[in-house]
């Protein structure tokens, strides 16, 4: 394939040497002279592992050239790789002026451009950026439409400097956000050989991929970091606890807490939550990342409070009173909570929980509900349908499929479901539902 790389940078040179490596025409374009200088020498401009020989191989090979010239670049080529910079501005805000320089000038050399040409975004950009930033750019520059003459679209890349040409050969998995097939072909036969899964989704949500894998890793950096002062102050070895909490792939390396829903609650992660924060406190540990946990989970309880505010409705449904699916434990749910504070404000509220038997109560569980909920005996219906029946609004935060039956045979159409637990067959359902947190 004949491939233009704009940017040569860590991403951009690595991309370009590895792609003459396998066999394609490529064109390193970028306004560094110097950089331009190098490669076209057969050296590399960045200090990656491997890369001296494979800057030297790919020039000896004659597959690779340099260019400043994104006219040619375009015009010689069906595919464009953008690997600019897009470093923090001074409010945090993405610096996009490469991204909006480089897109007029592409815009520009596209205008004589009759066959098909795939501009494929490497760089990291906040979701929107190529449908509402770059799209109009090029479409002005070029008297085109995106789509028709040439095709935008999003691929992250996932290489970590220091290893590279290695993660460039092995990603995690390729992830193309496209709005037609064309690209995605054109791509596939790109990338398509590598040893790892491709995956098509939406531009937006494929920049957005990015940035949260970037945000996991640097929590996930934290979380440990954060845990080694701990165990530090406590005189426990932090490398055998991380090694060991890893070692559970089960519950802790896995997909488990990591779908998106309510705010946690329940004996457990709270508590101890605290428990961490005060022992914390009493050996001068800071740690800010563990410490804004419990506030962000507050968070969570008050956007849901907010919403359910702003339908107006005053004759509330909770369905799933408990702080998970198939347990009665109502100690800090945050359901609970909810319900308290809808009651402050004047609600109207009729709740279901198959679980949750008052009678059955017992200890802690039914201390807890009585002082929080302490005329939840006149709240409690037995059957569903009564609390659908009594209600404008219902809210889900039970993942029960025979729930959900009855749910979508019993609600009318003028009600609204606020969703809790993404409720797989919502779309067939008579009435609107929405995401209650997001
Ligand atoms: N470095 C990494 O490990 C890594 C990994 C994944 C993604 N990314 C993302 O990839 C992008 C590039 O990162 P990098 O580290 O390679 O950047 P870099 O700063 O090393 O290189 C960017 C290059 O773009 C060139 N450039 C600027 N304006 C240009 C223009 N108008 N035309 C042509 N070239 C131009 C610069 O001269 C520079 O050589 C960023 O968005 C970054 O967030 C980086």
């Given at each position: 394939m004949n491939i233009s790389i704009f940017g040569l940078g860590y991403v951009g040179c690595v991309s370009l040497a590895c792609l003459a490596r396998d066999g394609h025409e490529v064109i390193g374009v970028d306004v560094d002279r110097t950089k331009l200088e190098l490669i076209a020498a057969g050296k590399t401009p960045v200090v990656e592992e491997g890369m001296v020989d494979l800057v030297a191989a790919a020039a000896a090979s004659g597959r690779m050239r340099v260019s400043d010239d994104v006219r040619d670049a375009v015009a010689n080529t069906e595919i464009s790789l953008v690997c600019v910079g897009t470093p923090s501005a001074?409010?945090?805000?993405?610096?996009l002026s490469a991204i909006h320089r480089l897109s007029a000038d592409l815009g520009a050399a596209l205008k004589d451009k009759a066959s098909p040409h795939v501009i494929v975004f490497r760089s990291t950009l906040a979701p929107g950026t190529v449908e509402d930033v770059i799209r109009p750019i090029v479409e002005d520059a070029s008297g085109k439409r995106d789509g028709e003459h040439f095709h935008l679209c999003f691929q992250p890349e996932f290489l970590r400097e220091g290893s590279s040409i290695r993660d460039y050969d092995k990603p995690p998995f390729t992830i193309v956000g496209a709005n037609a097939d064309y690209p995605v072909e054109v791509l596939r036969a790109l990338?398509?050989?590598?040893p790892c899964a491709f995956h098509t989704t939406s531009v937006r949500a494929a920049e957005m991929v990015k940035l949260c894998c970037n945000n996991f890793h640097a929590l996930k950096i934290t979380f440990a970091n954060e845990t080694a002062r701990l165990c530090g102050s406590l005189g426990v070895d932090p490398f055998e606890v991380m090694d060991l909490l890893c070692k559970?792939?089960?519950?802790?390396?896995?997909?488990?807490?990591?779908?998106?829903g309510y705010a946690f609650g329940g004996s457990c992660l709270p508590k101890d939550l605290r428990a961490t924060l005060y022992m914390a406190k009493q050996h001068d540990v800071e740690l800010p990342m563990l410490g804004g946990v419990l506030p962000s989970n507050r968070e969570h309880v008050a956007r849901a409070v907010d919403k359910v505010l702003a339908t107006?409705?005053?004759r509330i449904g909770l369905i799933g009173l408990s702080f998970?699916?198939?347990?009665?434990d109502l100690r800090e749910s945050p359901t609970v909570t909810l319900a308290e504070q809808l009651i402050g404000k004047g609600m109207r509220l009729s709740v279901y929980d198959p679980e949750v038997h008052l009678s059955r109560l017992l200890g802690a569980n039914k201390r807890f509900i009585e002082q929080h909920?302490?005329?939840?005996g006149e709240l409690?219906?037995?059957?569903?349908r009564d609390v659908v029946a009594k209600s404008d609004v219902l809210i889900v935060s039970l993942a029960d499929p025979k729930v959900f039956d009855v749910l979508r045979d019993s609600v009318r159409p003028e009600q609204l479901v606020l969703d809790?637990?993404?409720?797989?067959?919502?779309?067939?359902?008579?009435c609107n539902v929405a995401g209650l947190c997001w």
């Open positions: 001074a409010n945090g805000n993405q610096d990338f398509g050989h590598l559970d792939t089960q519950l802790n390396i896995s997909k488990a807490y990591l779908k998106p107006g409705k005053r998970k699916t198939g347990t009665d909920l302490p005329h939840i409690i219906c037995a059957d569903v809790l637990v993404r409720i797989p067959s919502a779309s067939s359902w008579p």
